[in-house]
């Protein structure tokens, strides 16, 4: 197994312009989830989904888009990227929805945004 | 809400000494915690993790926790810690009422030779 993958892994952007960060996964998980990592502030969940065709948000949501038309894939969109946007992405996914499931981090994003 | 804390940014230990990174925690209902370690430039990898039983939980690497409900904490402890230990280390909460998972800020361990 692959596990979860990202592409891609390193990304600049303009201020205003749009991009899609890609998840996949190959363990066939219900629950595929996108964080953003900023210093010194942990991981913030920023979309969720609970299975293909069922997406909710997290914490920061504003600025991002998300889809799940497969199980395996999860992709993020950024609509108009801000410099606020500038951060580590990481997607996870888990067997199932469930407090007691650990999670699986892909390799993650790095995006500056000019 | 739940909430997680780690009071130290930064731990320094010399190699073969005890290491522990600190973490409380904040929840409504029951608490299913979790320890996660970031190498420089990769993702997260999954040390341990408590969700009911024995408060002693082992992991990988030679990590085990323990989990204190009267105090709220769920440290990490390392016996004798090694060089390659050194990385950035996270707790993280989830709980039966809120399975989504939280995050501390992270605690950046450095094993010196």
């Known amino acids: 197994n692959a596990g979860v993958t990202q592409t891609p892994k390193f990304q600049v952007l303009k201020t205003g312009q749009s991009m899609t960060l890609q998840c996949a996964q190959d363990?066939?998980?219900?629950?595929m989830s996108w964080y953003r990592q900023d210093p010194g502030m942990g991981l913030r969940l920023i979309h969720y989904s609970v299975g293909a065709g069922i997406t909710d948000q997290g914490e920061v949501p504003n600025g991002y888009n998300v889809s799940r038309s497969t199980t395996e894939d999860f992709p993020l969109r950024l609509l108009s990227a801000a410099p606020s946007q500038t951060s580590v992405y990481f997607c996870?996914?888990?067997?199932?929805?469930?407090?007691?499931?650990?999670?699986?981090f892909g390799p993650g994003t790095r995006l500056l945004v000019l | 809400a739940q909430s997680v804390a780690q009071p130290e940014d930064q731990v320094n230990v010399a190699e073969g000494n005890p290491l522990t990174v600190k973490c409380t925690y904040s929840v409504s209902g029951n608490p299913y915690l979790f320890w996660y370690v970031q190498y420089p430039n990769r993702g997260l990898q999954f040390l341990l993790k408590?969700?009911?039983?024995?408060?002693l939980v082992k992991g990988s690497y030679g990590f085990e926790a323990e989990f204190n409900k009267s105090q709220t904490s769920f440290h990490l402890k390392k016996p004798s810690a090694l060089v390659s230990d050194s990385a950035l280390y996270f707790c993280a909460v989830s709980s039966s009422n809120d399975y989504k998972l939280s995050f501390g800020a992270g605690t950046t361990v450095t094993v010196r030779a």
């Open positions: 996870a996914s888990s067997y199932k929805r469930g407090g007691r499931e650990t999670q699986y």
């Open positions: 408590y969700i009911t039983g024995d408060n």
């Open positions: 363990m066939n998980h219900e629950y």
